[in-house]
């Protein structure tokens, strides 16, 4: 067999951290970034963040053996228990209170597993409180089960609520528990006795802190669903991580993994008591260029330069960009859409044949797909918040990426009693306030800010009032035909039927009694070309012009004063009046969009929509023009 080419090696590993760890590539491409090294430390133990930013990653890489120098317990509820502990419920508490005693209770449980398995890993005799914890467990082994939490976390439950015995604990019968009146209280006692119990067994077994245990929770947008119990299940989680500082100490910690919608969706009155705790994960594009390269590197050669690898495998440049620019440009900043994108860029070339090298067309192709996965995969990862996201959509596709706020609300208007009759519970988000917010929110717009687009990050800044120019994120601009800022048709040779119609040719050559006249062909050329300087000289002047918008028209401008200055000398001849239609086609055009999107720099007369039509119109004129005719009146 062949030895496989540089391209055919080249890998950046899976989408999700579980499998990319199974891989082997997780842990030799792992960035140690500032916020893993302040999980690690125990700094932050609450981390942020969005769908892909690498929390499983960091979650993951934690419970690998070795990195932590005491032991670590994985919990990742699934939705095959997801209804069982969002309807928990215990009388006599509010649901915040009662989740917190749930997920205090599984904590327990984890720990005493813990305790119990290292203790068989020291010498000497047993603790009387280890053997009381190995008792207890093997009394309530039927009920306890196996340690993933999905596992039987019904019957779980069921101990917190009154099954579970306590006669390790001296506890004989549910006699004791005759002057607790509620459920609720009961619960309380039956966890106070047994988180004691372990409390004693970290004390007596003297790990502490060399051998800490660290719980990690992860993935609980499996069991989450925009209601009030999931939110009472992710404030009991919260509640039940900071009790654990105070009633362990140093021998247990907890590190939890929260998507950024689901944790700023909450609101509780001990909410600010966890803003030291908090740490979101945020991703330069150096960063994210410095990842890619990691992973560059675990697949093809550990010696591998960022030279050789943005140059010597990718091209070095795309459309005029430099490569990782272009390509961290049109992604979310957060490692699953790089890894996603290189991966297709990749594929891509090894299916056009190009095994040394990937070409600038194969990521070209690759960009159009992979933008049309983002824009689908957005709907996913907001399915359950914002359930009508994918229903404004339509009101970006095939216009500019740069809409103002004006112009917007004017798309607004026109759907949103649709939306409201669709989605009646969100009628107050379907507001021309509240779908901008969402937008701007999930990385769909950005906004201006200064000389700059901000799209949504850390720190999450909302939208402003006053803020009324918001930029299409370039991840998803292919899928939505929204490449251009004006999105205005270019201006090509193709004369539009509508001008066309309006319009009656002349002789190419002819005399007249009284003057030598130059052939009309050129008089049509100069003609425009007046129009062409006249026109960037107001684009130049129009002070209110957004400068995306200056760029755009001005580029089209120059290529149509580049054909009339070339025309005269073409071969084949080319049809003069042809070219004057077309550029007179998309004056018209770009007038139009400018005006109706509110993108005109302008009022009036002095707005260059007004200036383009007027240009347009003389051009029509002076190509339908009789003998004599200046075409300007």
Partial sequence: ?????????????????????????????????????????????????????????????????????????????????????????????????????????????????????????????????????????????????????????????????????????????????????????????????????????????????????????????????????SNSLIIGLLLAARHIGSQYGNALKCALFLRSDIYDSLSFGEGDKFRSDELRIDWTESDLADLALRRAKASVDPGLTARQLWGGIFPRTVQGRHTPSYLLSRTLPRPRDVIQYLNECQSTAIGNGHHDLIHESDILVATRRFSEWKLKDLVQEYLIAHPFLERLFPLFQNTGYLVTRAALRGRVELTRDTLRREFPAYAEALTLDGIVRTLYEVGFLGVRRGNGIVYAGVPLLPVQPHEDEFHLHPCFREALGATSAAGIATYDRVVVDSIQAQTVSGNVDFTVRGATRVSRGYVLLERLQRACRAILDQTARSDGLPDEIRTEIATEVRRILDDTERAPHAEPPVAEDRIVLAAASYFNTAADRLRRDGLDGGDGPDGLSSHLREQSTRLVRAVGGGVGSSGES
């Fill in 1 to 229: 067999m062949s030895e496989l080419s540089v391209v055919e090696r080249l890998y950046f590993g899976r989408d999700d951290a579980e499998r990319d760890f199974a891989d082997g590539l997780l842990r030799a491409g792992f960035k140690e970034t500032a916020a893993y090294n302040a999980v690690v430390s125990g700094r932050k133990m609450l981390v942020i963040g969005r769908k892909g930013v690498g929390k499983s990653a960091i979650c993951v890489r934690l419970a690998l053996a070795g990195v932590h120098p005491g032991g670590t317990a994985l919990i990742t509820p699934d939705d095959t228990a997801g209804e069982e502990i969002r309807q928990f419920e215990l009388t006599g508490l509010t649901g915040d209170h009662a989740k917190s005693l749930m997920w205090r209770y599984v904590f327990a449980l984890r720990a005493a597993k813990y305790l119990v398995r290292h203790a068989a890993e020291h010498s000497g005799r047993t603790p009387a409180s280890i053997k009381t914890l190995r008792s207890f467990l093997k009394a309530n082994q039927e009920l306890i089960g196996e340690d993933r939490t999905s596992n039987g976390f019904g019957q779980w439950l069921q101990g917190l609520s009154g099954s579970l015995s306590l006669e390790a604990f001296g506890v004989k019968a549910a006699a004791d528990f005759t002057q607790t009146p509620t459920e609720g209280a009961r619960a309380a006692h039956r966890l106070k006795i047994l988180e004691d119990g372990v409390r004693l067994g970290f004390v007596e077994l003297g790990c502490a802190p060399a051998h800490t245990l660290l719980l990690l929770v992860d993935q609980l947008e499996q069991v989450w669903s925009a209601d009030l119990e």
